[in-house]
């Protein structure tokens, strides 16, 4: 898969893979590896990346492919880690079984609604329609910045009184690293539900929502009952489409908010608490 061009604002990575799904279904990618290449790969970061590799199980693909490259490097060195990055890239001439191209910044916010993640539209097609439920987090949107732009959407702002709007920490180090940058004050002023690190709502495990009630979250599946409601309608989206959605209490394609793209990098000095290290204490 050869990536050209940027994202354009609004659009990120999570609706980079549902454009995939959109593309070739929940079993597009059976019995196969994807590989991403191209110029368009140096406009990723390594947590974009995640968020793409994590939902290539999505489109049934056997593993995700990305290149460890400098970016994957400072990504490393942020976490105290640059001595373990090795440079790894295709074999020029490799050849491959099947070819495709994505150019970035042709993307638009999309959204995989119920119940499948290969059933994907547009977020301008459905907008309008009443939800229940955003929900941010997990281990498809775990980065940073996928918290930290929903924090500066919601500053100064309120939550839709219809709805709840559930944050979830995929990390204590995310944690305290957003709490460190002032973006959970912003989320919780907001009337944001703050929830523990981990994965929680993705497995079902809390903030199940109501039956037949709509769900707009940043997981990475939405078949029926993962979300521990066996009736939900449960929709997987960006964190920029999330937020927008709550702050509306409709199905809302964030270009329409009329605000300006909080544009956020990952941090290059993250909160690391070395003492969550340490062996337990003697009984």
């Known amino acids: 898969m050869k990536f050209t061009g940027r994202l ?7 609706d980079v893979i549902l454009e995939m799904l959109r593309r070739h279904g929940v079993a597009g990618g059976v019995g196969r ?36 490259d400098q970016e994957v490097s400072r990504c490393l060195r942020a976490w105290q880690r640059g001595e373990e990055w090795v440079e790894l ?38 907008a309008g329609e009443k939800i229940y439920q955003t929900y941010i987090g997990a281990s498809a949107n775990p980065g940073y910045r996928d918290f930290a732009v929903s924090a500066l959407m919601m500053q ?3 939550v839709n009184d219809r709805v709840s ?22 989320l919780l002023h907001a009337g944001a539900r703050l929830h523990q690190a981990g ?36 929709c997987l989206v960006s964190p920029e489409t999330a937020t927008a959605s709550a702050l509306t209490g409709v199905f809302t394609d964030p270009r329409t908010l009329g605000i300006p793209y909080p544009r956020i990098a990952d941090p290059d000095h993250p909160a690391i608490n070395r003492a969550m290290f340490m062996p337990p204490l003697p009984l």
């Open 8 to 14: 354009p604002d609004w659009a990120s990575a999570k």
């Open 33 to 68: 590896i994807v590989e991403y290449y191209g110029p368009g790969l140096a406009t990723l970061s390594a947590m974009d990346r995640h968020v793409i590799a994590n939902m290539g199980a999505g489109i049934g693909a056997t593993t995700t492919v990305f290149p460890s």
């Open 89 to 126: 890239v295709a074999d020029t001439g490799a050849a491959y079984d099947v070819h495709d191209e994505i150019d970035l910044a042709s993307l638009v916010p999309l959204i995989a609604m119920p119940s499948s993640p290969g059933n994907v539209r547009p977020v301008n097609e459905v």
């Open 156 to 158: 100064g702002r309120q």
């Open 165 to 186: 709007f559930d944050v979830n920490p995929t990390s204590r180090a995310q944690l305290e690293t957003l709490v460190r940058d002032g973006h959970i004050a912003h």
């Open 199 to 234: 994965c929680d709502g993705c497995i079902g495990m809390g903030q199940a929502p109501d039956t037949n009630e709509l769900s707009l979250r940043t997981v990475p599946r939405n078949f029926p009952g993962r979300s521990g409601t066996r009736e939900d309608k449960m």
